[in-house]
Structures are given as structure tokens and as C-alpha cells.
């Protein structure tokens, strides 16, 4: 079964807009990570938030964490075209690292 | 330093077909991991292995099988591919980090 669960689903703005991605899931976690997949290619790993981190930053990324709501979100400022992406929170927990995918954000941004 | 690469790329099989995917890594990771990515969903995990010689079932294991018999190399096995199995497979890795690296993907039609 899915642990995280995106929203919205699919999201379309202007480049240089900002755009946010929810990610809400049940169980405890050890960290919490957001991937990014282009078209047809493998997921990349963009940033990952401890659970006794609040807020992250990297490079236009900033992600939060609040683990007594059991969600994230993942903001993108300042899109650009190459932006355009699936993006997938997923959980960890467990010895083996185990992550669980969320069904993700199909993120549009026209330039 | 190729990272994760995933043979083959395509592959087309009629029912009851077996066939072997290879998984190689070439940054002496622990941890390999089997997903699969059905249309508008997450990745679901296969299998997985915390080190050479060693595996574990995932989320959704039946109807697959792993081995791992060196550390760079994890293969997934399809003893009798059904119409169910269609899916595109991702392989992945990790190391001393939570984050997994990716390969590109094969994209299995089972007819």
C-alpha cells in the first residue's frame, strides 16, 4: 500500500511561479525524501529531511516536515521549464532502508 | 562511473515466458532494491538486499525472484510472466545514505 499520498496530483503554472507539492503520510518515519522523474527516465533524488527536522533548504527547494500532522511539502520557487516533472515524496523507516513511494505530483510549468 | 544501469531497456514476452533482469551498480553499495512503476502510481518495491548473498521480499513479491550473488549485481527473475507483470522495473542502490540512486528502467510488455 501507498505511504504517502501527493496532492494535487497534477499542477500547472507559469514559469516563474512558485509551486507547491503536499505529501501526507501514516506511519512514523526515520526521514522523509523527495524524488523527481522526468518522462521516461529513472527517479532522482533531490532532498531529504530527518524526522527531527522541521525545514530544509537546497539550492530553489525547501521542504517541511511536520510529523505530528504527518505531512510535508516540497516548494519550488522560481520554476522553470525544466522543472516539468513527476515528483514522489517517500518514506523510510526500517533497518534496510525501505522506502515507500507516494502516487506523486505531475508538475507542468509553461514558459 | 556509469552508477546504476539496468539491462535490458525493453523486453516483450508472451505468457508463461521467463526472462532475467540485471541490475548493476558500480559504487559499492550495500543496499539494492527491486520497484516496479505502474501508470499514475508510485514506485511498489519487488525485493530487496542489504548485502551480497542476502535478499528480502517487499511490498509485492510474488510471481519474482532475486539473487545477489556479488555485491554489484542484483538480478530480478520472472519464472512465468503473466499479463499482470506489464510494468516498467527500477532498480536502485544505496550506500551509507538514505538516499537511493536509480537506474533508467526497463519497460516489460507481457502479452
Known amino acids: 500500500s501507498q505511504q504517502g499520498e501527493e496532492d494535487p496530483q497534477a499542477l500547472s503554472i507559469q514559469e516563474g511561479e512558485n509551486a507547491t507539492m503536499n505529501c501526507s503520510y501514516k506511519t512514523s518515519i526515520n526521514n522523509l525524501q523527495w524524488y523527481r522523474q522526468n518522462s521516461g527516465r529513472g527517479l532522482v533524488h533531490l532532498i531529504l529531511?530527518?524526522?527531527?527536522?522541521r525545514e530544509k533548504h537546497s539550492g530553489r527547494l525547501r521542504v517541511t516536515l511536520d510529523t505530528s500532522k504527518k505531512s510535508s511539502s516540497l516548494l519550488i520557487t522560481a520554476s522553470r521549464a525544466a522543472d516539468t516533472a513527476s515528483y514522489f515524496c517517500?518514506?523510510?523507516?526500517?533497518?534496510?532502508?525501505?522506502?515507500?513511494f507516494g502516487s506523486g505530483t505531475q508538475l507542468t510549468v509553461l514558459p | 562511473n556509469a552508477g546504476v544501469t539496468q539491462t535490458p531497456k525493453f523486453r516483450v514476452l508472451k505468457t508463461g515466458q521467463s526472462m532475467t533482469l540485471l541490475c548493476a551498480q558500480d559504487?559499492?553499495?550495500?543496499?539494492m532494491y527491486w520497484y516496479r512503476q505502474d501508470p499514475g502510481m508510485g514506485l511498489r518495491l519487488i525485493h530487496y538486499s542489504v548485502g551480497e548473498g542476502t535478499t528480502a521480499k517487499g511490498e509485492v513479491p510474488d510471481g519474482y525472484n532475486v539473487s545477489r550473488l556479488k555485491k554489484q549485481n542484483f538480478l530480478l527473475g520472472l519464472e512465468s510472466a503473466a499479463p499482470s507483470q506489464t510494468s516498467v522495473y527500477f532498480c536502485a542502490s544505496s550506500g551509507d545514505h538514505y538516499e537511493q540512486y536509480f537506474g533508467p528502467g526497463t519497460r516489460l510488455t507481457v502479452t
Open positions: 529531511i530527518r524526522s527531527n527536522e
Open positions: 559504487m559499492n553499495h550495500e543496499y
Open positions: 517517500a518514506t523510510a523507516g526500517g533497518s534496510a532502508r525501505q522506502l515507500t
